[in-house]
């Protein structure tokens, strides 16, 4: 089950970020949301990496906590998804899925007239859409 959702920008500034959980878990999503900013910056930044890799987009597991497993994603514009799941034996495949449909989510919110680049998605079409995707994941659905 996915507990939380988050995309962030190039300068790391949160442009969306939605947990699916108690009140009271929110403030502990957000910052297992920000710590694995810090894991995306090192594998991005790793001058280790050989070519192949650097150009693939899905980051896979960041890092597991003890109740929580994160995945990120990282689009050609540096803007960072991140899912936060309870699920400890999600499939690559399914991960790469649910981030491939984010991802187009997230295009078509940001490809709106009215959306200001760099700002915060206020979109509540886009809010339904992940609401949707979230609820399909794993569930092996379109």
């Known amino acids: 089950m996915i507990v939380c959702v988050a995309v962030v920008g190039h ?38 990496r050989s070519a192949p890799t650097l150009n693939e987009t899905f980051l896979g597991l960041l890092y597991p906590t003890e109740n929580y497993k994160v995945y990120g994603y990282l689009t050609n514009t540096k803007v960072k998804f991140i899912m936060v799941t309870t699920d400890l034996d999600v499939k690559d495949a399914d991960a790469r899925n649910f981030f491939r449909k984010f991802h187009a989510a997230y295009v078509d919110a940001v490809s709106n007239p009215f959306h200001v680049p760099g700002k915060k998605i206020a979109s509540r079409s886009f809010g339904a859409r992940v609401s949707t995707i979230v609820k399909s994941f794993g569930s092996g659905t379109s």
């Open 11 to 48: 300068q790391n500034n949160p442009l969306y970020l939605q947990s699916f959980t108690e009140a009271d878990d929110a403030l502990k999503l957000h910052h297992i949301v920000h710590c694995s900013l810090d894991v995306i910056d090192e594998r991005v930044s790793n001058p280790k």
